[in-house]
């Protein structure tokens, strides 16, 4: 029991700690698709196999708000903003990171 509460509370220091991120940085499938500065709003869309993912940038957050994969679960993953954090609709390949000063992660060991 007492390694599972220190583990819990070394992922929530490492969650926590992370920066807020400066750029959105956008991929449809292997190719970079979309970039701009976190605090900039838009409303980009993206188009997968499925067809068109919406991706809005509002307040310094960014959050997927429609897509045509069958469960939906880019949109229940809410807003993001912080410095690795990440959304992805992987049935229509769309990938949403959040990069800030320091990326010592890139995209797989997130």
């Given at each position: 029991i007492l390694f599972l509460f220190l583990l819990v509370t070394v992922s929530l220091w490492f969650s926590i700690g992370?920066?807020?991120?400066?750029?959105?940085?956008?991929?449809?499938g292997e190719r970079l698709a979309f970039t701009a500065p976190l605090s900039q709003d838009r409303h980009i869309a993206l188009q997968g196999p499925l067809g068109e993912t919406q991706v809005e940038i509002i307040?310094?957050?960014?959050?997927?708000?429609?897509?045509?994969?069958?469960?939906?679960?880019?949109?229940?993953?809410g807003?993001?903003?912080?410095?690795?954090?990440?959304?992805a609709c992987v049935p229509n390949l769309v990938i949403v990171r959040i990069e800030g000063e320091e990326s010592t992660y890139d995209l797989l060991s997130r």
């Open positions: 992370r920066s807020t991120g400066h750029l959105v940085v956008i991929y449809e307040a310094g957050k960014v959050r997927v708000i429609s897509s045509p994969c069958p469960r939906k679960i880019c949109i229940g993953m807003e993001v903003h912080r410095s690795g954090d990440l959304l």
